[in-house]
């Protein structure tokens, strides 16, 4: 199994471009979810999916999109970037309240 | 609102040293989970322990929900255990984490 797997790794933008965060995974899990890094903080929800067709905004959603129409694929899509958008991006999956598996994580610079 | 707090924000060790660090949280928990983010910056699951005591080679956990908190045991460093430990909790059905401001681990040959 290949986990949870993210594309691309390394990302830089002018502000105002748009771009889409790639995820996926292949453990079959319901449940996903997008994280932001910012240096030296913990990480913070952006949005969650509890199956195909099901969405709900996290801690910091302004700014993002995300769809879900397969149970492996999750991306998350940023209009209109801006300065502070500036960080580490995590997706994660789970089984209904169970451990959460983290992808590698893309790095993203608005400039 | 809910809070995860994790000490101490940084510690320095030298090799075959031990070490305990602290995650305190706010309310009860359905769920808690130890990473360790390397300096590569991957996130690597430790454990997955929302209640009890578990041992991975080196490292162990234990919580104590009732008290709300949370230890990490480290034993006899090695530098490859440098980078940061993260505590995260979630307290509800939509399997939320919020995630503890880390411990900075540096471990010195």
């Known amino acids: 199994n290949a986990g949870v797997t993210q594309t691309p790794k390394f990302r830089i933008l002018k502000i105002g471009q748009s771009m889409t965060l790639q995820c996926t995974q292949d453990?079959?899990?319901?449940?996903m979810y997008w994280y932001r890094q910012d240096p030296g903080m913990g990480l913070k929800l952006i949005y969650y999916?509890?199956?195909?067709?099901?969405?709900d905004k996290g801690e910091v959603p302004n700014g993002y999109n995300v769809s879900r129409s397969t149970t492996e694929d999750f991306p998350l899509r940023l209009e209109l970037a801006a300065p502070s958008q500036t960080s580490v991006y995590f997706c994660a999956s789970s089984y209904p309240g169970g451990e959460q598996f983290f992808g590698p994580g893309t790095r993203l610079t608005v400039l | 609102g809910i809070q995860v707090e994790q000490s101490p924000p940084d510690l320095i060790l030298q090799e075959g040293a031990n070490s305990t660090l602290r995650c305190n949280f706010s309310?009860?928990?359905?769920?808690l989970q130890w990473f360790h983010q390397n300096p590569w910056g991957q996130l690597i699951n430790l454990f997955y322990?929302?209640?009890g005591t578990k041992q991975n080679g080196r490292l162990s956990a234990t919580t104590v929900a009732t008290e709300r908190y949370s230890l990490l045991y480290i034993s006899s460093s090695q530098t490859t255990d440098s980078g940061v430990y993260f505590c995260a909790a979630v307290y509800n059905q939509g399997g939320k984490l919020i995630f503890g401001q880390g411990t900075e681990l540096s471990v010195k040959p």
């Open positions: 309310d009860s928990v359905n769920n």
């Open positions: 322990i929302p209640s």
């Open positions: 453990m079959n899990h319901n449940y």
């Open positions: 999916s509890v199956g195909a067709g099901i969405t």
